[in-house]
């Protein structure tokens, strides 16, 4: 079986190593990067910057404290380059991975595809199944003056971090970049077309905004009116500044628009295989316009490999944890499915509880700013409902809690937990004291 797969970011590629795993015959075209946005212009390009604030904060700490006697000075355009020679670097394993596995990586961009057929550059690739994983772009908002705003794909270009940037957007992407920026010495302005993080539990919020936002001011319900060379006019007035624009994506569907059935958003329509309105072509990743993150996008492309091969699998969005990358990422899940489902909203029980002092937050406790974790769960069930953390490892215990709750985990089970130590993970203590006492 013959499978052609547009697209190499985490979708595309991973789809392309279990395809050739399960003996097709693929060739993975990719225009520019293996890797994707993910790797290029977004998670990873966050996760780098993100690296040197932590650095540059904990500098900033030590040397109030009179641990060091010099606050390190950051210079922007090395961080820049530096992250691009590591995706670089990452890039290459990348290949090396998907070629060992037998896919085949042809460079150039995919101009015209058929029912039979995907041509590239003048060569013509024919197919039995068709994946599409040509991902998103940044959405860009019919706003006067919008040809002046900056994206996160002018992030790596900057020479030096900008005295002012005023990022339009309530996201996890407006947020990321302005915490970001404001710790490397932006005044940051975020103008938000309605709430900021309105996916946040509320108080979780509040701890974002007092302690990882402190110096960032939040605009909510204001409107951008035009965008100047030197600013925005907004409907609270003029702002000066860069206006980098973090207002959601836009997926890449244009080549299919004749071939597949194309949504709204202009997002193309998948059922839960990943199958199109074709019966030969499949879709995954962020064309396709379900959650916007990587491992999701990635458990789609396996989804959709596997079902071009004649193996049943379906895609499940259920319980799925996600993060916002600052100097503690913020990590949470949330189960309204289980909450719904309760007969009575009171049965619903709240525990809070402040960050550990431990492995990357130990030397903020004197300021009492170690992150903040809370858990809810339904007491009559033992069902946890949601769960929100903010610690150097929430990241890294989200998921897990999430796969328990998937496999019918209550917070009875959690009464003999034994954790590692030392640890700044506050959602075991939660779950154990839930056990015990709720």
Request: one cysteine or more; proline letters at 4%.
């Amino acid at each position: 079986m013959k499978m052609v797969i547009i697209g190499g970011g985490p979708a595309g590629r991973t789809a392309a190593m279990e395809a050739a795993q399960l003996d097709a015959e693929v060739t993975l075209i990719e225009k520019k990067h293996i890797g994707g946005t993910c790797l290029h212009e977004g998670c990873m390009v966050v996760c780098g910057l993100n690296d040197v604030v932590r650095f540059h904060e904990d500098s900033k700490n030590f040397h109030q404290m009179d641990i060091i006697s010099n606050q390190p000075q950051v210079d922007y355009s090395k961080v820049a380059q530096g992250i691009k020679k590591v995706t670089g670097k990452i890039e290459k394993v990348l290949k090396h991975e998907t070629r060992e596995s037998g896919a085949k990586i042809v460079l150039g961009e995919a101009s015209k595809i058929n029912e039979e057929k995907v041509e590239v550059d003048g060569a013509e690739y024919s197919y039995d199944k068709l994946l599409i994983s040509t991902g998103s772009r940044p959405f860009i908002p019919p706003v006067p003056g919008v040809e002046n705003a900056l994206t996160y794909r002018d992030v790596l270009d900057f020479k030096k971090v900008p005295d002012k940037l005023n990022i339009v957007g309530s996201g996890v992407i407006a947020a990321e970049f302005a915490g970001i920026f404001s710790s490397l010495g932006s005044q940051v302005k975020v103008l938000c077309r309605g709430s900021f993080l309105r996916n946040l539990d509320g108080e979780i919020k509040k701890y974002v905004l007092e302690h990882l936002l402190r110096d960032v001011e939040i605009q909510e319900n204001v409107q951008v009116n035009e965008i100047t060379g030197e600013g925005a006019i907004t409907s609270n007035g003029k702002v000066d500044g860069p206006v980098f624009l973090a207002t959601g994506m836009t997926p890449n569907s244009e080549i299919a628009k004749n071939l597949v059935e194309i949504g709204s958003r202009g997002q193309i329509i998948v059922n839960e295989q990943m199958k199109t309105s074709n019966s030969s072509i499949y879709a995954a990743g962020d064309v396709v316009g379900t959650v916007g993150n990587t491992p999701v996008a990635r458990m789609e492309g396996v989804v959709a490999a596997r079902n071009a091969c004649e193996i049943s699998a379906t895609m499940d969005y259920s319980i799925i944890p996600q993060s916002l990358t600052l100097y503690y990422p913020v990590s949470f899940l949330n189960t309204e499915n289980q909450f719904k489902n309760s007969k009575d909203e009171s049965e619903s029980f709240n525990v809070r509880i402040p960050g550990s002092g431990g492995p990357g937050s130990f030397w903020n406790v004197l300021d009492g700013n170690t992150g903040f974790t809370k858990i809810s769960a339904n007491m009559e069930t033992g069902a946890i409902l949601s769960a929100s953390s903010i610690s150097p490892s929430s990241r890294t215990s989200m998921p897990y809690l999430a796969k328990m709750i998937k496999d019918g985990y209550k917070t009875s089970d959690f009464d003999d937990f034994i954790e590692t130590h030392p640890s700044t993970d506050a959602i075991y203590k939660l779950l154990h004291f839930l056990a015990k006492y709720g």
